[in-house]
């Protein structure tokens, strides 16, 4: 069991070579329950557009893994039903493992076999504009740390997603 200091400076290296690394790495802040939060941006040469992805560093990390989350909706054999990357080397973490490696093993086994859109989910959270406001608002009042962060309109995204739907559509 390693004691706080030695925690930290082990965290501390972790975080800067993910910054390294990583250079669209946003740090969010602290989240409770879910411990320090980052944001970032992988590039995948058989996605066209970079993958959105979130970690959640927990307080005893690197003693026990991060979470890392794809903000995508889409199916991949390492992502389980939550978008949660579920490779072995997350979940193998131990001493020697880093948060850098498991990354670049995401790309790789994205770029081996390229994730699949989950239509049924976008379209599931965006049948209901109301709920698909309410979940969004939800989503960015969790993730966003009031000090790190500036909230962005919520009425613009609601306009953004009620003018995909017909006049018709919301008069039902």
Not at 24 to 40: A, F
Not at 118 to 133: G, S, T
Request: aromatic content about 8%.
């Amino acid at each position: 069991q390693m004691n706080n200091p030695q925690l930290n400076y082990l965290k501390d290296v972790q975080m800067r070579e993910l910054e390294r690394y990583f250079p669209s790495t946003k740090c969010l802040g602290e989240q409770p329950p879910m411990g320090l939060c980052y944001q970032l941006y992988l590039v995948v040469k058989t996605i066209s557009d970079p993958l959105k992805v979130f970690i959640s560093i927990p307080e005893n990390f690197p003693q026990i893994r991060p979470i890392i989350k794809v903000m995508a909706y889409c199916t991949h054999k390492y992502l389980d039903a939550a978008m949660l990357f579920q490779h072995p080397k997350i979940q193998n973490w131990g001493p020697n493992s880093t948060l850098v490696d498991c990354l670049h093993q995401m790309i790789k086994e994205f770029e081996l076999s390229p994730p699949a859109p989950n239509y049924q989910a976008i379209i599931d959270e965006f049948d209901d504009p109301v709920k698909a406001v309410q979940a969004s608002e939800a989503k960015e009042h969790q993730a966003i740390s009031e000090n790190k962060c500036k909230k962005p309109d919520i009425k613009e995204e609601a306009e953004a997603i009620l003018s995909t739907y017909s006049h018709s559509e919301l008069k039902d």
